[in-house]
């Protein structure tokens, strides 16, 4: 399994292009030979697409802003177009759809259009999970009716391991439900902090990444994006360059 750079992780350093060249460069010496493009500045796309090139870092997948998907899906297209990248990420559903099954559905229904026209044009929307989506409607998760009511040619899931361990199921078990439904995961880990959950580099905390790992290469998962939301004291270069290194340890690769 390929793994690679989150770009949410490294945001604040990916707010304008100076800083952006300078973090693609940082990305690049760490080993990284792929990225997602998550919660960068305003960044025209054919520089964020020369950078990277420059630093032979490939743009596997994005987090799209949601008014955008919607509303300008073609603006969308074009712009993954110029990044070379097929794959749409939507980090959550907007707040107006969640806490019910109705909601969820609303939401399927507001965006099933957009992935249609992204499918039409050779692209695919992936929805990344948190944590709300394990609330439970009618004895099935939201995530679980979320699968159910999608077309799985048109619509992938971006399982991030965390939240699904802080929603209360098995990551493992989760990775091993969707299958094929999942092309690129996020790995991030989760460790207490007296009575607090924090972000963790990957296999420096408490989540079962032996299991993880295991449903990963059994369901045949090509991309981990290694994501931490928060470094709080320690530089998230640094972080990076140890999840990388404790999953090259496991198997993994650049």
């Not at 960044?43 to 799209?64: Q, Y």
């Not at 399927?108 to 692209?123: E, F």
């Not at 609330?135 to 699904?164: H, R, S």
């Not at 607090?196 to 059994?218: K, S």
Request: aromatic residues 10%; contains cysteine; charged residues 25%.
């Amino acid at each position: 399994m390929i793994i690679g750079a989150q770009g949410f992780t490294i945001r604040n350093f990916a707010q304008n292009e100076a800083d952006l060249r300078v973090t693609a460069k940082k990305l690049h010496d760490i080993g990284f030979k792929t990225l997602q493009v998550s919660a960068f500045g305003d960044i025209d796309p054919h520089i964020i697409r020369e950078i990277c090139d420059e630093n032979d870092l490939k743009i596997i997948i994005t987090h799209t802003n949601q008014q955008l998907i919607l509303e300008n899906p073609e603006k969308v297209i074009e712009n993954h177009r110029i990044m070379g990248c097929n794959h749409v990420g939507i980090g959550m559903m907007p707040q107006k759809y969640t806490g019910s099954l109705e909601g969820m559905r609303a939401f399927l229904k507001d965006y099933t259009p957009v992935a249609d026209k992204l499918y039409d044009a050779g692209m695919k929307l992936h929805y990344h999970n948190h944590g709300f989506e394990y609330e439970q409607f009618e004895n099935k998760c939201l995530l679980d009716w979320m699968a159910e009511e999608t077309d799985p040619e048109k619509w992938g899931f971006i399982l991030d391991v965390y939240w699904t361990q802080f929603g209360g199921r098995s990551p493992s078990r989760q990775i091993i439900e969707l299958g094929d439904r999942i092309d690129v995961i996020h790995f991030k880990d989760m460790k207490m902090h007296g009575h607090e959950h924090r972000f963790a580099a990957v296999m420096d905390g408490n989540l079962d990444f032996d299991a993880i790992l295991d449903a990963c290469r059994e369901v045949g998962i090509q991309y981990a994006m290694i994501e931490q939301d928060d470094c709080y004291d320690r530089d998230p270069f640094d972080e990076l360059a140890l999840s990388a290194k404790n999953l090259i340890a496991a198997g993994c690769r650049f």
